[in-house]
């Protein structure tokens, strides 16, 4: 079983993109952290999901009002990317 985002599913052996591909997601609008680490757009079809994976898929979405749950959300899922991408 894969964990992604708070749920198992038996999806281990599948590609990356093979998985993003069935569930939907629209290429470009999210970022992919396997096992605390971002999985780069370039690697999403040789990326084999395996037993045990916990993967988060983070999505970008628009709208809303500034003080919503949602939009605060947003922003601690991105102060967490940008902390993985710039290491002090």
């Known amino acids: 079983m894969v964990h992604i985002n708070g749920k198992d ?3 281990a052996g ?3 993109m093979d998985f ?3 569930n939907d997601y629209e290429m470009g609008t999210f970022v992919v952290e396997c096992n605390e680490e971002i999985i ?3 690697d999403y079809k040789t990326y ?4 045990g ?3 988060e898929v983070v ?3 628009g709208g809303g009002c500034g003080t919503s749950l949602m939009y605060r959300s947003i ?3 991105l102060v967490h990317l940008r902390s993985k991408f710039f290491k002090s």
Do not use: P, Y
Not at 48 to 51: E, G, H, S, T, Y
């Open 9 to 11: 599913i038996d999806v």
């Open 14 to 16: 599948q590609s990356l």
């Open 20 to 22: 993003l591909n069935a």
């Open 40 to 42: 780069h757009k370039e």
């Open 48 to 51: 084999i999901l395996r037993d």
């Open 53 to 55: 994976d916990v993967i």
């Open 59 to 61: 999505q970008f979405m």
């Open 75 to 77: 922003n601690v899922a």
